[in-house]
């Protein structure tokens, strides 16, 4: 059983940048695959971005990649994601997730482990 508690979000100008991170607690940390997706209100949780347990492999959404970059420290339990030159339409609540599988995956439903998300938002 692991528990996810996001911290980092709140209000930026476009252009500006935030670093979302999210601490875990429980056993398996260091082998689970980690994600951190996005839910806009009125649409469904989307992906983001996914980083293996070795931090070697990572995948991001087309709609941030260049602009973020998603990090693991397994020594402090940790994965960040450092978002940069945000854009109104990045405004969501932003969600960690764990996964016990070692292929990394995009899909929300593979996902076993949720954390209760962290509110960005970006104003024009």
């Known amino acids: 059983q692991v528990q996810l508690v996001e911290s980092g979000g709140g209000l930026v100008q476009a252009g500006g940048s935030l670093r979302l991170s999210c601490a875990a607690s429980?056993?398996?940390?260091?082998?689970?695959?980690m994600g951190w997706f996005r839910q806009a209100p009125g649409k469904e949780r989307e992906f983001v971005a996914a980083?293996?347990?070795?931090?070697?492999?990572?995948y991001y959404a087309d709609s941030v990649k260049g602009r973020s970059t998603i990090s693991r420290d397994n020594a402090k339990n940790t994965v960040y994601l450092q978002m940069n030159s945000l854009k109104p339409e990045d405004t969501a609540v932003y969600y960690c997730?764990?996964?016990?599988?070692?292929?990394?995956?995009?899909?929300?439903?593979?996902?076993?482990?949720w954390g209760q998300g962290t509110q960005v938002t970006v104003s024009s």
């Open positions: 997730a764990a996964d016990r599988a070692i292929t990394v995956t995009t899909t929300v439903l593979e996902y076993d482990y």
């Open positions: 980083i293996s347990w070795s931090g070697t492999t990572t």
């Open positions: 429980g056993r398996g940390f260091s082998i689970y695959t």
